[in-house]
């Protein structure tokens, strides 16, 4: 490093790279908090240290930004600045596809046409999202010998929904599958296709793309024949040249030590969207095993054997003894289920992760069982990778056979965690749970293992790592304090860690009301609350001129909104599921375009990253305070934990999680300076109960007013 290249010189640098953009930016308005915010980035992250060192410098900014603050440019124009003058790279992860978008397709470009030093930047994928040619030539015949039993459909995965209406209405699912491939490889031949499966005008269903999605467990990369045009791999090369990265929580996760994106201790990294973090962890170090579609366990043995046979490789085990034996202990499993399961549909979670002791036996023997099959397996794969590269001649046929012993791998690894994290006990419990799953037609049985405090997986995984990171987002306080995110995210007491909240500039008191209508029915008795809540509503709706968003907490209060609805109101409703959401979306602004009343009806997912600004949402309506289910296995089994050592769930964990998602929920009514919105909850308790009052606290500043029988009076 330069030895001009001091902290403070570093930090007058990236927040002159900021000052640049404020100037390039086409009528721009002052932000004070926008500029707050690149200050900290700039200030804080000056004095990391990246690349070995014994002690170096290490510092995490924890940053909420309300709505309005323009965050993406404050900490682009900075990072990017520092990383440039570093000679380091730039991770900005996101929770979502349409930020991704955004930061690729508009945020990037911008900050590039400013900055004096040019920089590369690109989006990362998860290998999954890229063809693999080697399977789509063999199942296609182009190399001359067609494989289809090779590379078939997984046959134990579930059907798509709609699978079987299409074979009652004379569908050959073969024949399609195979016209699709015969696309893909025309496409890709004749270079109209990149191999990128997003790059496609038409998704394939998820089973078949399974079938030629290249794969970690199947991939010889450099040994494999086709290794210097394939797509991933190209697409990897891209990645190296590129100073700032773009990806995802859980591709981010998902690679840590395993060199696929840079490594966290020699680059800054940025996780806008940050909220999401604990649960992407949850769910990253979560394992599931099947017990129910095991023909995968019948093919086993002979394709360990004929791979064997090929390479003249002697197996060590008897894979065919082993893979009986497993099957037969994952079948008794599944009889104890399903007689454990009150319905064909149905979750039965073990109380303080503890195993009946009739669980015991079967459990070991189905991991000691796939353990040894595993070490086969890697054994075997280990030999073939050997061959092909003491024989280059050998490597289309190596390739093959190792994606053909890969297809196995992610079965196998998933029934080793599972029961791994199914026998483990220990101070902390794990969520352990049973799951019957009819949605697709066929019964379908599973067993789950998850930890239950996020904050200690990120803790060990994540934050070790990391020397210089910034975490943002709109909603990452929850009733006025950072505390429950720093627990969940593992960055609580941590020297290393700051926080800082920058308002958003609208004008809340003067822009937006936030009203709450005092039902007679209690919330908790749902029937009768539901009944008098969509009458309210439904009143409500007939006054509405533009654009409003109503969420609801389940489908079943939809259902029952919809079902309310006057032929007049029909006509204006646009209901979540009906169509895919970008041409709701579209529909929806057409029609206010065209002057008419639009109403979006919406579930959860509605609730954080809709954009609707102006006449396009001046109402929304919260139907019922964003509780999660009760039923979540991971909640019930965090929330026994907690009870257990003396602590209470509902007020360490209920409470400010619904208090963010109540954050985000509000959220939606005020997107610029000029919007004037006004936000309607039908749930009393906000005002009433001491809980509700803590959640108020953490919104913003709107006017706020109670409605008693539809009578408005103060607060």
Not at 222 to 227: I, L, Q, T, Y
Not at 639 to 667: C, H, M, N, Y
């Amino acid at each position: 490093m330069s030895i001009f290249l001091t902290s403070e010189n570093l930090k007058t640098l990236s927040l002159a790279a900021f000052d640049q953009v404020v100037k390039a930016t086409s009528g721009f308005r002052s932000r004070p908090g926008q500029r707050e915010m690149a200050q900290r980035i700039a200030s804080n992250l000056s004095g990391v240290t990246l690349g070995e060192h014994p002690n170096p410098g290490k510092a995490i900014t924890v940053i909420q930004a309300g709505t309005g603050v323009g965050k993406s440019a404050a900490y682009l124009s900075t990072t990017v600045a520092l990383a440039l003058a570093l000679k380091t790279r730039v991770v900005i992860s996101t929770a979502t596809v349409a930020l991704q978008e955004q930061l690729m397709t508009k945020d990037l470009p911008a900050l590039a046409a400013v900055l004096e030093t040019p920089f590369v930047y690109a989006l990362a994928k998860g290998r999954g999202r890229y063809v693999c040619k080697l399977k789509l030539e063999r199942l296609v015949g182009l190399d001359g010998e067609a494989e289809e039993d090779l590379f078939g459909v997984d046959e134990d995965l579930p059907p798509p929904r709609a699978a079987f209406a299409k074979q009652l209405q004379g569908e050959d699912p073969e024949e399609r599958r195979m016209k699709l491939y015969d696309s893909l490889a025309s496409a890709l031949v004749g270079g109209k296709w990149d191999g990128d499966r997003d790059n496609l005008a038409e998704q394939p269903e998820a089973r078949d793309w399974s079938s030629v999605a290249a794969e970690r467990h199947t991939c010889t990369a450099r040994h494999c024949p086709r290794f210097r045009d394939c797509s991933y791999y190209n697409a990897r090369t891209q990645l190296a040249e590129a100073q700032v990265i773009v990806a995802n929580h859980d591709l981010v996760l998902a690679s840590l030590g395993r060199k696929a994106l840079p490594e966290l201790d020699n680059c800054l990294i940025v996780f806008d969207e940050g909220h999401h973090l604990p649960a992407v962890a949850l769910d990253q170090f979560s394992s599931a095993m099947d017990l129910s579609s095991l023909r995968w366990l019948d093919k086993l043995p002979k394709t360990l054997q004929e791979v064997s046979e090929k390479i003249h490789v002697q197996l060590a085990q008897d894979v065919s003894t082993l893979a009986q034996q497993l099957k037969v202990a994952l079948v008794n499993v599944g009889r104890m289920v399903m007689e454990l399961l009150t319905g064909y549909d149905g979750v039965y979670r073990f109380k303080n992760g503890v195993l009946p002791d009739a669980f015991i036996d079967p459990i070991s023997l189905i991991h000691g069982h796939a353990s040894g099959i595993s070490k086969a397996l890697e054994a075997l794969g280990a030999e073939v990778k050997l061959l092909a590269k003491e024989d280059p001649e050998q490597a289309a046929s190596c390739s093959l056979m190792y994606a053909k012993l890969g297809q196995l791998a992610p079965k196998l690894g998933s029934v080793i965690d599972t029961s791994s994290l199914l026998l483990e006990h220990g101070p902390q419990p794990l969520a352990k749970w049973l799951k019957s799953d009819t949605s697709s037609g066929l019964v379908f049985l599973t067993a789950h293992a998850c930890p239950i405090v996020p904050g200690d997986l990120l803790r060990q995984a994540l934050w070790s790592e990391v020397r210089g990171a910034v975490i943002t987002s709109a909603s990452l306080t929850s009733c006025g304090s950072f505390d429950y995110f720093l627990h969940e995210s593992g960055l609580v007491n941590n020297a290393q860690v700051s926080t800082l909240e920058v308002e958003s500039p609208f004008n809340y008191s003067t822009q937006g009301q936030l009203i709450v209508v005092e039902t007679e029915a209690d919330p908790k008795n749902a029937e009768a609350y539901t009944r008098e809540m969509v009458t309210e509503l439904m009143s409500d709706l007939s006054r509405v001129e533009h654009g409003a968003l109503v969420l609801f907490t389940s489908r079943a209060q939809m259902k029952v909104a919809v079902e309310a609805l006057s032929s007049a109101l029909q006509d204006a409703v646009l209901v979540q599921g009906q169509m895919a959401r970008g041409r709701l979306l579209a529909t929806h602004q057409a029609r206010i375009e065209a002057g008419l009343p639009s109403i979006i009806f919406g579930l959860q997912s509605f609730g954080e990253g809709l954009d609707l600004p102006g006449k396009l949402c001046e109402t929304v309506f919260i139907t019922k305070l964003p509780f999660s289910p009760p039923s979540d296995p991971v909640e019930e089994a965090r929330s026994e934990w907690l009870k257990s050592v003396g602590r209470d769930p509902f007020s360490e964990l209920v409470v400010p999680a619904t208090g963010i998602k109540l954050l985000q929920w509000t959220g939606r009514a005020i997107r610029t300076e000029d919007d004037q919105a006004t936000v309607i909850c039908y749930d009393r308790r906000l005002l009433r109960q001491s809980y509700g009052r803590r959640m108020l606290q953490g919104l913003p500043r709107y006017a706020v007013s109670r409605r008693v029988g539809g009578v408005a009076l103060a607060v």
